[in-house]
Nanobody, 120 residues
Framework: QVQLVESGGGLVQAGGSLRLSCAASGRSFSINYMNWYRQAPGKQRELVAGITSGGRTNYADSVKDRFTISRDSAKNTVYLQMNNLKPEDTAVYYC??????????????WGQGTQVTVSS
């Protein structure tokens, strides 16, 4: 059993910063990739940023130059540093991970979500 636990959400004023964390825990897994998604009320869930096991990153155009995804492989943790936050960044942010559970065994996991609210 693998769990993803997110933390770091909250309320911040426009122009402020937050850092989200997502820690993966469980038995016998390795991380292939970890992503951050977000879902605003009435909108579809969208990919915000991702990082592979090799350290390659990708970002949604709307967050480039403001958000930075990083990882601590020793802690199985991924971070999302969010700077210059805008009201349109308000959403529930979800951690997503693609894991290898053994030879030929792969699984995709989601965290429970953490609310980010940016006031104008």
């Amino acid at each position: 059993q693998v769990q993803l636990v997110e933390s770091g959400g909250g309320l911040v004023q426009a122009g402020g910063s937050l850092r989200l964390s997502c820690a993966a825990s469980g038995r016998s897994f390795s991380i292939n990739y970890m992503n951050w998604y977000r879902q605003a009320p009435g909108k579809q869930r969208e990919l915000v940023a991702g990082i592979t096991s090799g350290g390659r990153t990708n970002y949604a155009d709307s967050v480039k130059d403001r958000f930075t995804i990083s990882r601590d492989s020793a802690k199985n943790t991924v971070y999302l540093q969010m700077n210059n936050l805008k009201p349109e960044d308000t959403a529930v942010y979800y951690c997503n991970a693609g894991l290898s559970l053994g030879p030929g065994r792969y699984a995709n996991y989601w965290g429970q979500g953490t609310q980010v609210t940016v006031s104008s």
